[in-house]
């Protein structure tokens, strides 16, 4: 069974960081895309980063670009996200997700590329 659990949500004031994980298992981390994905109340899901283990391609949007970055442990099939100069507009779910898959293409980096996801992890970011 697929099994995504994210954490390391939390309130966090503007300009500040946080840093979220995703532990994965129940599949093989290096066959899979994985994704993190936001939804803030009354917006679409959006991606903010799409990584592959395999070849270590990743695409970020302009929105999120130099101010996230995604690492993985792959001995701990867990995927973080690094989130620096945070933003009111960045407060959303943070969910990860998952799809077969070893090079990330931008076209796919989004809600409807995903097969598989977690429960999600609140990110309030104050001004």
């Known amino acids: 069974e697929v099994r995504l659990v994210e954490s390391g949500g939390g309130l966090v004031q503007a300009g500040g960081s946080l840093k979220l994980s995703c532990a994965a298992s129940g599949f093989t981390f290096g066959d899979y895309i994985i994704a993190w994905l936001r939804q803030a109340p009354g917006k679409e899901r959006e991606a903010v980063v799409c990584?592959?283990?395999?070849?270590?391609?990743?695409y970020y949007p302009d929105s999120v670009k130099g101010r996230f970055t995604v690492s993985s442990d792959n001995g701990k099939n867990t995927v973080y996200l690094q989130m620096n100069s945070l933003k009111p507009e960045d407060t959303a779910n943070y969910y990860c997700a998952a799809t077969r898959g070893s090079t990330v293409f931008e076209a796919l980096c989004g809600p409807a590329g995903m097969d598989y996801w977690g429960k999600g992890t609140l990110v309030t970011v104050s001004s």
């Open positions: 990584v592959s283990s395999s070849d270590n391609s990743t």
